[in-house]
């Protein structure tokens, strides 16, 4: 697991897949990570052998995928027949689960005001996902003081849009910077 936090740390642009046409491009970037934001129960395993073909690691967004049950059989599946490096989730009980089972564990918060700031404070130290990705990813400031409550590493996603985005909220902690716009996977 302190491999998957490395790999982040010497390269901290994540490619953010949500279509298959993205999937060629992502492979042939230097990102060394990728969150698979679609995928049905058809592919996912096609899409998952693919990319840890080209030697990434791949996160598995389970409230993304269509046709896959939202209970504890999905992630026995997807850890057992899938075997991503881990899966990303706004669900407690999906990281809770995931990470019992020993999957990497990423649990995903939108932070629109300061009771969702609370909330996921109080989460993040009950459930205690290996580390949490932030959504909108342009609220360096907000990032920064996550950063400075929690011990958990912090991926900043939603919203960015320039080099200097992913630097700013870089600069103020996050760990790695998921990203969906192709151009911007290979700074």
Do not use: C
Request: aromatic share 6%.
């Amino acid at each position: 697991m302190n491999n998957i936090i490395s790999s982040i740390e010497e390269n901290p642009i994540i490619a953010a897949i949500r279509d298959r046409d993205d999937i060629e491009k992502a492979l042939e970037s230097s990102v060394s990570t990728i969150f698979l934001l679609y995928s049905d129960i058809f592919n996912l395993k096609e899409l998952v052998h693919k990319i840890k073909l080209s030697n990434k690691t791949v996160f598995v967004h389970m409230d993304m995928i269509e046709g896959m049950g939202k209970d504890n059989k999905a992630i026995d599946y997807i850890s057992q027949i899938i075997k991503p490096d881990g899966i990303i989730s706004t669900r407690s009980n999906h990281i809770k689960y995931a990470r019992d089972k020993g999957l990497f564990t990423i649990q995903r918060f939108f932070l629109i005001d300061s009771l969702s700031f609370k909330t996921t404070v109080k989460t993040v130290k009950a459930v205690r996902p290996h580390m949490i990705e932030v959504m909108p990813g342009t609220i360096p400031a907000t990032i920064q003081k996550l950063s400075n409550k929690l011990s958990v590493p912090i991926i900043a996603g939603g919203l960015i849009d320039t080099k200097e985005d992913i630097i700013s909220v870089l600069k103020v902690g996050a760990l790695g910077v998921s990203v969906g716009k192709t151009d911007l996977w290979d700074l």
